[in-house]
């Protein structure tokens, strides 16, 4: 069994979800012995594809009229994304259309969660497909505490106050202008944004605006090697996940995985799997996030060890190793019932 895992505009891509999200199949699918190829070119048996450009609607094609069953992984919804580059709201509508052709067009789909899977499933499809549900998964070893790396960033950043974290590309839907305000509120504490910085021009004038002129106690040190990311992982109190739409979260996985205290915004793609007070803290608007933070920052939650032994349970059934064996499953369940 060799598999083709497509992904255009890698370049342009590769500091986003989708783009990490590549990197975790290939770490995947290594790690369980599964023969891949990034290149279209090269013979496979299945292929499986993450974006939604005219290239991967090619490749689609082409592997239809081959007889290869085509696998669409449904990282991009009309819903996720809203409120990202500048005139998204307006395009949305068009990326819905057009991921409804991709999907209704493969023969299998990959959701990472139940909710993406729900919304795929009730606003995309013009009929039942089969929907698997797989974690785009984190790597357990690497993200984890790490005292020398911890030293290493905080020696870089000459951090002397309370560190919150929070990583993604600095998009209005990842709760940018939300985070700004609790930063102005909390001005004891020391924030920080990390995500690609080059995507700037493509944002709406307002989050540029934001970009360029933060809060003192702000910082966005734009993308950074793993290394300094899991030396803040180490070094932060909280991570601080204010998103309004999300398909998983790449980066919820590495907090639950480096046993760091994770707050996200109470919705739905977050229900049955993250728990408030058991592996996570939900907050629905500022004033809850203010306070979860607080309680967080200043120990007292009288069982947080508790809570982030429980976060890194959870991270250890989505580690990589273990998402590549229900890859692998889903593959050879392809490979053995395509055009019954």
């Known amino acids: 069994m060799k598999v083709l895992l497509f992904s255009e505009g890698k370049n342009l891509f590769s500091k986003s979800g989708v783009g990490q999200a590549l990197n975790h199949q290939k770490e995947a699918l290594g790690a369980n012995n599964v023969e891949f190829t990034l290149d279209e070119k090269d013979d496979y048996d299945l292929v ?152 700037k021009s493509m944002l709406p004038k307002k989050i540029q605006h934001i970009i360029e002129n933060p809060p003192k106690n702000v910082i966005f040190p734009g993308y950074v090697e793993k290394d300094m990311l899991i030396g803040a992982f180490s070094a932060a109190k909280a991570f601080l996940f204010m998103t309004y739409e999300e398909n998983e979260g790449i980066v919820v996985l590495e907090a639950l995985s480096a046993q760091l205290p994770l707050i996200v915004r109470d919705i739905p793609v977050y229900n049955k799997w993250l728990k408030d007070g058991v592996n996570c803290f939900k907050a629905k608007n500022n004033t809850g996030f203010i306070e979860k933070l607080r309680k967080v920052v200043n120990g007292e939650v009288e069982n947080l060890d508790e809570i982030v032994k429980n976060a890194y349970e959870l991270a250890k059934e989505r580690d990589l190793t273990e998402i590549g064996k229900k890859y692998k499953e889903y593959y050879e369940y392809v490979l053995e019932n395509f055009g019954k």
């Open 48 to 199: 499986h594809i993450n974006t939604i450009g005219l290239k991967s609607f090619q490749v689609l094609r082409q592997a239809k009229k081959r007889g290869i069953p085509v696998i669409y992984h449904t990282h991009t919804t009309y819903e996720d994304f809203r409120g990202s580059v500048k005139f998204s709201n307006q395009i949305a509508p068009i990326i819905k259309f057009w991921t409804k052709i991709l999907y209704n067009s493969a023969d299998y789909l990959i959701s990472p969660s139940e909710y993406t899977k729900n919304l795929i499933k009730t606003k995309y499809l013009r009929k039942d497909k089969e929907i698997r549900v797989i974690s785009n998964g984190v790597n357990t070893k690497n993200f984890c505490k790490n005292e020398e790396l911890k030293n290493k960033f905080l020696e870089e950043y000459k951090i002397d106050k309370p560190l919150v974290i929070t990583a993604g590309l600095p998009f209005e839907r990842k709760g940018i202008q939300d985070f700004m305000k609790l930063a102005e509120k909390r001005k004891d504490y020391q924030f920080m944004w990390f995500g690609s910085s080059s995507i």
